[in-house]
């Protein structure tokens, strides 16, 4: 069974930190893709950031500069560091892994900027 854990998720102040993880386990971690989305209160979940299979590293240009993608295959876990928060990122964030026949979500971890 797959299971894709997200935890880091918080309160923050405008200018504040964050960092986000997400464990996957029953995969094979390191043959997929990872990305976050994310989805703010009463809009469309959008993507914000990828590291491709074949090692690209895509970000929405909103967050560029600012949120920093990786990942640790060792203990299948993606990570997401938020710098420079603005109330606009408030939003539930999922992380997913993707292999092009598999895709899966994490359960989501709320991201509140405000002061």
């Known amino acids: 069974q797959v299971q894709l854990v997200e935890s880091g998720g918080g309160l923050v102040q405008p200018g504040g930190s964050l960092r986000l993880s997400c464990a996957a386990s029953?995969?094979?971690?390191?043959?997929?893709?990872v990305a976050w989305y994310r989805q703010a209160p009463g809009k469309q979940c959008e993507w914000v950031v990828s590291?491709?299979?074949?090692?690209?590293?895509l970000y929405i240009d909103s967050v560029k500069g600012r949120f920093t993608i990786s990942r640790d295959n060792a203990k299948s876990t993606v990570y997401l560091q938020m710098n420079s928060l603005k109330p606009e990122d408030t939003a539930v964030y999922y992380c997913?892994?993707?292999?092009?026949?598999?895709?899966?979500w994490g359960q989501g971890t709320q991201v509140t900027v405000s002061s």
């Open positions: 029953g995969i094979i971690f390191d043959n997929y893709g």
């Open positions: 590291n491709t299979r074949d090692g690209r590293f």
């Open positions: 997913n892994v993707a292999d092009g026949r598999s895709t899966y």
